[in-house]
Nanobody, 123 residues
């Protein structure tokens, strides 16, 4: 499995950004995909997850109503639409995959990881 995250950048607080993750190497039909983030000096933190086949979603509380996770089953892509961004959303964002559709925010359950893309929100 290969995951390639992109779309990070600099944005002002209140702005929006869309992250993408290109996935390859599997059909992902029984996989769950997730987004995590890690700010400097902090532990990796769960953001959102989605089951590949039926699109069930799960969000960390602080991003509910602001972030939307989605996937494109035809083009094997994962997305994270981020709106109303805050300075505390600044982090390196990683896409990840696990070979089970059970959704979890525990990063240790995810077997495959992309390289990360930096999001900087300026206040």
């Amino acid at each position: 499995v290969q995951l390639q995250a992109s779309g990070g950048g600099w944005v002002q607080a209140g702005g929006s950004l869309r992250l993408s993750c290109a996935a390859s190497g599997r059909t992902f039909s029984r996989y769950a995909m997730g987004w995590f983030r890690q700010a400097p000096g902090k532990e990796r933190e769960f953001v959102a997850a989605i089951s590949w086949s039926i699109g069930r979603t799960y969000y960390e509380d602080s991003v509910k109503g602001r972030f939307t996770i989605s996937r494109d089953k035809v083009n094997y892509a994962l997305y994270l639409e981020m709106t109303s961004l805050k300075a505390e959303d600044t982090a390196v964002y990683y896409c990840a995959a696990k070979s089970s559709e059970w959704l979890t925010g525990n990063y240790r359950q995810y077997e495959y990881w992309g390289q990360g893309t930096l999001v900087t929100v300026s206040s």
